[in-house]
T-cell receptor, first 112, second 111 residues
Framework: GAGVSQSPRYKVAKRGQDVALRCDPI?????LFWYQQALGQGPEFLTY????????KSGLPSDRFFAERPEGSVSTLKIQRTQKEDSAVYLC??????????FGPGTRLTVL | QQQVKQSPQSLIVQKGGISIINCAYE??????FPWYQQFPGKGPALLIA?????SEKKEGRFTISFNKSAKQFSLHIMDSQPGDSATYFC??????????FGQGTRLTINP
């Protein structure tokens, strides 16, 4: 079936605006992860869901970042009052079996 | 202790040669070690993965070598092709949770 999808693929925001990034995991995948990838760097963990429960949010850089997965499928990462340092690619990954994470294409966020 | 260190940062290999990328970790709780391949504008794609109970895993032209005592693992790409030119990331996780990634290696295969 289809892989992990993310929307929008590109987002330009003015500093101070709120943004919402969407992730559609592979159907039936229990686990969902969000990562942030700065230019030229490896992805860095933000948060992790198992079904609708957010089990780990230790990677969220500030309280401006918020994620939810209310029905255990689609997830939204929200960033309030965006700052220039939030500019990055935001990657979503999902997993059904132990360990293997499948990544979406990412959302490139540019904050002006 | 959560870091995974990857080297080299960039690598140029002639077509048909062997590409070798190395990673080292500190956290002995890590129990899963995948390698991801990423092309520009795309998300990382799983290439091959290994668990610490084996020392080597081979899939086609790709081989992971794992040294548990040294806490090191490496990716070997045999008969490297121009289509292999991409950025490669090693990663590690414990108990099926978050992946900790290395810094990446930009691989260029010259025709």
């Amino acid at each position: 079936g289809a892989g992990v999808s993310q929307s929008p693929r590109y987002k330009v925001a003015k500093r101070g605006q709120d943004v919402a990034l969407r992730c559609d995991p592979i159907s039936g995948h229990v686990s969902l992860f969000w990562y942030q990838q700065a230019l030229g760097q490896g992805p860095e963990f933000l948060t992790y869901f198992q079904n609708e429960a957010q089990l780990d949010k230790s990677g969220l850089p500030s309280d401006r970042f918020f994620a939810e997965r209310p029905e255990g499928s689609v997830s939204t990462l929200k960033i309030q009052r965006t700052q220039k340092e939030d500019s990055a690619v935001y990657l979503c990954a999902s997993s059904s079996t132990r360990d293997t994470q499948y990544f979406g294409p990412g959302t490139r966020l540019t904050v002006l | 202790q959560q870091q995974v260190k990857q080297s080299p940062q960039s690598l140029i290999v002639q077509k048909g040669g062997i590409s070798i990328i190395n990673c080292a970790y500190e956290n002995t709780a890590f129990d899963y070690f995948p390698w991801y391949q990423q092309f520009p504008g795309k998300g990382p794609a799983l290439l091959i993965a290994i668990r610490p109970d084996v020392s080597e895993k081979k899939e086609g032209r790709f081989t992971i070598s794992f040294n548990k005592s040294a806490k090191q693992f490496s990716l070997h790409i045999m008969d490297s092709q121009p289509g292999d030119s991409a950025t490669y990331f090693c990663a590690a996780s414990a108990r099926a949770q978050k992946l900790v990634f290395g810094q990446g290696t930009r691989l260029t295969i010259n025709p």
